[in-house]
């Protein structure tokens, strides 16, 4: 069995420098970890604090997005739109393009026609583009 086995006989100055190494590398790892000086301090919570807010806006632009497609109501085709405008939202803001509200998750699709349901106003549109076709 190998967990049996005599252990290899290790000269001592390979056995020195590996037992010596390994803790100096852990230790600086673990100095990389912790800000030195009461400016990095700072810099570190301002990093932390963009990253927690990203958080935030992203989870509202989700509510939103959720709120959205619960409103399309089981229309794959609204469902499908909404997809690919969420997609575009979301590459605005990965490029910095986007405005503020829509990256704290605050804008609102645009309205659809009044006192008209989604169904309607769908059928409405296709027939009269296919109606244009067809002349």
Do not use: N
């Not at 997809?83 to 829509?102: F, I, N, Y």
């Amino acid at each position: 069995d190998a967990f049996d086995a005599a252990p290899a006989k290790v000269t001592e100055h390979a056995a020195s420098s590996h037992s010596h190494r390994m803790p100096r590398e852990h230790l600086r790892f673990q100095h990389s970890l912790v800000a030195q000086t009461a400016a990095e301090a700072e810099e570190l919570r301002t990093q932390e604090e963009r990253v927690f807010e990203q958080g935030r806006h992203m989870r509202a632009r989700k509510a939103l997005y959720e709120k959205h497609l619960a409103e399309c109501e089981g229309d794959a085709f609204c469902a499908k739109a909404l997809r690919a405008r969420q997609e575009r939202v979301e590459q605005l803001v990965a490029s910095g393009k986007a405005p503020p509200d829509m990256v704290e998750g605050k804008e609102e699709a645009p309205a659809q026609p009044q006192g008209e349901s989604r169904m309607h106003w769908l059928r409405h549109t296709v027939s009269s583009a296919f109606a244009r076709l067809t002349r």
